[in-house]
């Protein structure tokens, strides 16, 4: 068109120049849209017939332009030195460049024409007033780019309130970790792999991380809270590093010091924690995973020579998947059931060596290895058998039951339900090292795809630079609300561990049941999040360099061991349920009364027309609100769970297919239990936390958390009567608002969890 004869003797067909441009430069003219363009041509009056018939040939889709072509339009559009903060239309475009062409006022004619080319955008869809962006490189602004991280908060602050009075311990871990040392290996080797864990071990055991909880005059320093400490600091740089320390250490060592007494803790820990006796913790079977107390491994009192016969009556009562095992472990923590003058006392614990100093396997002892597993390699998992192998009496663990010197049996715990519970209760601090193992995690995939995010720059408007992925909203929405997650269940699993570090007798149901809940909720998290930080990085997190895999693969069985978490989730329910006939069975009349109105009193004040329909920002920021909806969901599947279950029984059905009934609806209780736990000790941090920067944040991260939650189980309030639609749609855009702060502190709120640079990934950039 530039070219044309006809061009240089009528420059206002300059006007069309814009149009044709845009039509040709990213679309495909459909008959439709050519027929329209056809009659605005046709009905320009001032055009000559030659002209019109130049004009048209233009719009042949049989015989488009070049694109030598229409670069040399777009160069021509150009030379009308267009201002893109006019925002002008392709009709006022083509106007400035014909006035640049002609230097003269633009002719009524002209003005008409510019009238139909308005009507043509219209019908082709054109996007207007943003069409001088098509022609101006890099001139464009929009919110979406805009969109940048802010640092409102002290860094190094929020990571010592996130560290607590940890803080000193943590920052020793931080440091072994990052030593060139502890440098992470890229191996298919497994023996190679297997070894460097090891040694990483040794390392760890010198530094006494390993004796940490074990008391003083065993090498240890008591400190239970810091040992926890440890497995959630070591989680940042290998996971297997974490299992095999934990089994160790953990496992190993601490089943002797709580099911064990003085005489063990004399003999073993100071060598265990040395790692001087490495050994293993025998409690699942082949047939036997959650239900423990099933379990087929027998120990035999023979009274002539005091000792047990430990053995293995069937293939499926061998020992499977026991870290340690396979090479390393000498020793182990061997659940069996205990047989005495031909009865059955339930489970008990005895430590049976397995393997001798030289490496070989004791006498009656045959040990397969597992091999390669989905992840955790570093870990050498095996099966054991046990062949009639004998052990003296002494390796009983006999703090809950033992047998006399005359051959009888004995224990401070008459009940054998309560002191098997009590037995396993002791060890209740594997389920509160897991999902903080699997939080670490999190946050290293969320740091290492918050801050990709914040530095990968991808698409972005026409005419304009391209954006950091973190700003669109999608991207948004997948990892803040996971962000947010990472500092609530950090805060509750503080809680657990305070409460646990602090237990009575009294709390303990709670605690198993409160440790059971968050094992699971926070362990479906990761995988959860993990997954999400992978796709979320594309390729790169498809790349082994970038460590998503490794926490993928390594956290995958942190959902089914220390017990399956749909089972878990089930336990809790079941204790929620205890709690909640207890309740009633020690209320009298005048108490049920004021549990009835207050009830009512609850449906009355939370569910009026007014409150189902507000969506005031004030009313759905507001904690009391936001805890009340987790509080009603909870207490409402609580209580309808337990008529349910009452009904079933009542109809005649048996008490334990009344349960199977249930199954579903008793997962449910224990998600809106923990949950609400959870959100409980958000609100308590925030309230608690003075420094107003820190607060704010974590205000929103707070918000962001409870209102996806709720979010999450809108067709559960809403099937209730607790919120209408126009609630629901008003929450789901607050959560959208939410996520778009949260994301301009979210690399700063990545950095706070102060992870060594060497636990992370080449695809951050520095």
Sequence with gaps: MTQSALVKKNPELY?????????????????????????????????????KKFLLSNIDPANPPSPTEVKEWLQEIQTASLNPDENASL??????????KTKTAISKSLD??????????????????ESSYLFVPDARKTSTASQSTETTFDVAAMTRLLDGKNEAIIKRVKKVIADPEFRRIDTGDLGEYRAKVLTWCSHLATQGFGSMAYPKQYGGQGDMEGYFAVMETLSYHDLSLVVKFGVQFGLFGMSIYFLGTEKHHAKYLSDIG??????????????????????????TYNHNDKTFTIHTPTEIARKEYIGNAALHGRMATVFAKLILDGKDYGVSAFVVRIREENGRTSKGVTIKDCGRKMGLNGVDNGVIYFDNVVIPKENMLDRFASVTDDGKFQSPI???????????????????????????????????????GDQRRQFGPEGGSEVPILNYQTHQRRLMPLLANAYAYHFALQYLTERFMNRTEEDMQEIEALAAGLKALATWNATTTIQECREACGGKGYLSENRLDDLKNDTEIYTTFEGDNTVLLQLVAKSKLTEFKQEFSNINFFGMVNYVA????????????????????????????????????????????????KGLIDSGMDSFDAFNECQHHLVQVGFAYIERVVLEQFIAKVAA?????????????????????????????????????????????MVDQLCAKVRKRAVPLTQAFAIPKSCLAPIIIE
């Design 598 to 645: 207050n009830q009512a009193k609850t449906s009355i004040q939370e569910k009026n027309p007014f409150i189902v329909r507000n969506t005031d920002e004030e009313h759905l920021l507001d904690p009391e609100f936001q805890l009340n909806a987790f509080i009603f969901r909870e207490r409402s599947l609580v209580s309808s769970a337990a008529r349910r279950l």
């Design 414 to 452: 008459t009940s054998d339900n309560r002191r098997f519970f009590t037995m396993l209760g002791t060890l209740v601090g594997g389920r509160i090292g897991i999902p903080r193992s699997g939080l670490s995690a999190s946050k290293t995939a969320l740091t290492i795809a918050i801050q990709y």
């Design 689 to 733: 936390t003075k420094d107003e920067a820190l607060s704010g944040t974590l205000r929103e991260l707070c918000d962001l958390f409870a209102l996806s939650q709720v979010e999450k189980n809108k067709g559960w309030f809403l099937e209730n009567g607790y919120m209408e639609g126009v609630k629901t749609k008003a929450i789901r855009k």
């Design 15 to 51: 006007v069309f120049l814009p149009l044709l441009y845009t039509v040709w430069s990213d679309a495909v003219l459909t008959p439709t849209e050519i027929l329209t363009i056809r009659k605005a041509i046709d009905d320009q009056k001032w055009l000559s017939a030659e002209e």
């Design 91 to 100: 009709a006022e475009i083509g106007l400035k460049l014909v006035q640049r």
């Design 274 to 299: 040395k790692l001087n006796l490495p050994g293993c913790f025998a409690m699942t079977e082949t047939g036997h995973g959650s239900n423990v107390k099933g379990i087929l491994t027998t120990a």
């Design 112 to 129: 008409a024409t510019s009238v139909s080319l308005r009507e043509i955008e219209k019908t082709l869809g054109g996007i207007g007033r």
